[in-house]
Nanobody, 125 residues
Framework: QVKLVESGGGLVQAGDSLRLSCAAS????????MGWFRQAPGKEREFVAS????????DYADSVRGRFTISRDNAKNTVYLQMNSLKPEDTAVYYC??????????????????WGQGTQVTVSS
């Protein structure tokens, strides 16, 4: 089993920055990809970004590319999402997810095996 705990959400103004963290514990040696997803009220959960645990390769949704940066610290088993130039449309609950046993990144939430509890990000205009 893998446990994921997110932190760093909050209320900010448009144009501000936030950094989310996701700490993984348990059988982390099975993890190949870490991802961030978000879900806004009344909308489906959507892919935000992912990173390979091994080589650090990344993938971003078009809506956040150039503003958000995903990174990892293998020694701390932690993944980060640096969010800059935040917009009101970035308001959502942000979830950290881990894809285990399968090599390769994914933008599909059903291909992730473990999920955190989520952290709220609210961007006011």
């Amino acid at each position: 089993q893998v446990k994921l705990v997110e932190s760093g959400g909050g209320l900010v103004q448009a144009g501000d920055s936030l950094r989310l963290s996701c700490a993984a514990s348990g059988r982390t040696f099975n993890i190949y990809t870490m991802g961030w997803f978000r879900q806004a009220p009344g909308k489906e959960r959507e892919f935000v970004a992912s990173i390979s645990w091994n080589d650090g390769s990344t993938d971003y949704a078009d809506s956040v590319r150039g503003r958000f940066t995903i990174s990892r610290d293998n020694a701390k088993n932690t993944v980060y999402l640096q969010m800059n130039s935040l917009k009101p449309e970035d308001t959502a609950v942000y979830y950290c997810a881990a894809r285990a046993w399968t090599i390769g990144s994914s933008r599909l939430d059903h291909q992730y095996d473990y999920w955190g509890q989520g952290t709220q990000v609210t961007v006011s205009s």
